[in-house]
């Protein structure tokens, strides 16, 4: 029986094949931000109050007005093919039946389309902008057309981080075989089977679809991936709203003075991220910059935050700082990638579970008795020192 979300993790370091764990997990450069990442949970500690009645409690949240089970969101992934065959439809429906959204990526492995057929749950997309613009506008289109609510944009990936473990496994889609692959392959062999199963190397087919019918398309779709327009500024949330009708959030924020900034061009929110630790090494953990941001933007902007979150009461620390909820990167992957559909219903089950425990001991009932009265006094000084 797995306990908790590192069981998981570590059932998926021994399924997956070296060249997967590696994406999955891997940070930029020395590992330093994802490091802090993690650690930030640690500093805030929560003050306890008793004798409350905590007989039945309300979990759930509104964001952007719509209700939510939890205050968690399935983040964006790329290339979540790597783990588990269609992958982005298990995930998809795990999160609708644990009442979440799911954020898909632009990498994608599965289509915009298809995932939709996969769930009626609310569905957000995540945006990468290539130098030609066209594609994102056919993306952004495909997903209104499919009725997806929200868009992502992404603005920490100008240029892909420093990846060393990325090099020392020649990691490329589609993947080709090296002597190292195939030793990996032989000595995985559930992992290669699940790969044969959807017909081998996952290819980026969203983005694919987006650039168009040409030959040899998805080893196309995988140079495009990496042609980032590199000029986008802040104009770019005035082309967005000409080609989205919905909520438009930036995910990628690092400063308050950029949090600022998308509340002047007319964002609905940010997200506070690293990007998993895995962009900009020495980057401050998102959970850091939280009380600043909100003390500055109060409610005119939703602000979530990501980066590191393994525990329910992990959750409860980021809505007690301010955040509207979190995003889930690599949690649900553990689970997808040690057991498939069961394992990540089982990973959101136990965050869930963690949430409501965390809840009743600190004596409350509901998830918008939430506040900076949760934590003991110094929290935000301890925070700042990680
Ligand atoms: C394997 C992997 C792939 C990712 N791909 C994307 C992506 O395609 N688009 C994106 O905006 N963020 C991407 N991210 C970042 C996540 O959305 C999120 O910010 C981060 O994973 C949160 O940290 P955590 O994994 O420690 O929870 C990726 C993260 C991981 C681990």
Same mark, same amino acid.
């Given at each position: 029986m797995l306990a908790n979300v590192a069981d998981y993790r570590e059932l998926a370091r021994r399924r997956l094949s070296r060249i997967a764990f590696d994406y999955l997990e891997g940070g930029a450069e020395d590992g330093k931000t994802l490091a802090r990442n993690l650690a930030a949970w640690d500093a805030p500690l929560f003050q306890s109050r008793v004798l409350? =009645? *905590?007989s039945s409690i309300d979990p759930s949240v509104r964001i952007f007005g719509q209700p939510q089970a939890l205050p968690m969101i399935v983040g964006p992934t790329g290339l979540n093919g790597l783990y588990w065959p269609k992958a982005e439809e298990v995930l998809a429906r795990a999160a609708h039946a644990a009442g979440l959204p799911f954020v898909l990526s632009t990498? #994608?492995? #599965?289509?915009i389309e298809d995932v939709r057929a996969a769930t009626t749950g609310d569905l957000w997309l995540q945006l990468y902008v290539q130098q030609d613009r066209r594609i994102a506008e056919t993306t952004m289109r495909r997903a209104v057309d499919a009725g997806y609510s929200t868009l992502m944009l992404t603005v920490d990936t100008t240029v892909h981080g420093v990846r060393d473990h990325d090099v020392r496994n020649s990691f490329k889609l589609p993947l080709r075989p090296t002597p190292r692959l195939a030793w990996d392959v032989l000595t995985h062999p559930r992992w290669c089977w699940r790969m044969l199963r959807q017909g081998g190397s996952p290819q980026l087919v969203n983005l694919a679809r987006s650039v168009g019918e040409r030959a040899d398309i998805k080893r196309q779709a995988a140079t495009m991936s990496r042609q +980032? =327009? +590199? #000029? +986008?500024?802040?104009n770019a949330i005035g082309w967005l709203r000409q080609h989205w009708p919905g909520r438009v959030m930036v995910k990628g924020i690092l400063s308050l003075e950029d949090a600022l900034l998308a509340a002047r061009y007319g964002a609905d929110g940010v997200v506070l991220s690293n990007h998993g630790g895995r962009q900009l090494e020495d980057a401050p953990s998102p959970l850091q910059l939280l009380p600043a941001v909100k003390d500055a933007l109060g409610d005119r902007l939703t602000v979530l935050v990501d980066g590191? *979150?393994?525990?329910?009461s992990d959750v409860i620390k980021a809505v007690g700082l301010g955040a509207a909820g979190v995003l889930l990167g690599r949690a649900p992957l553990y689970g997808l990638s040690a057991t498939g559909p069961q394992g990540v219903a089982e990973v959101l089950r136990i965050l869930r579970n963690e949430y409501e425990i965390t809840l009743r001991l600190l004596g409350?009932?509901? #998830?918008?008795?939430?506040? %900076? %009265?949760?934590f003991m006094p110094g929290y935000r000084e301890r925070l700042a020192r990680v």
């Open positions: 409350r =009645d *905590v990498a #994608s492995t #599965s289509l +980032m =327009d +590199m #000029s +986008m500024d802040w590191g *979150v393994r525990r329910g409350l009932r509901d #998830s918008r008795q939430l506040g %900076e %009265e949760i």
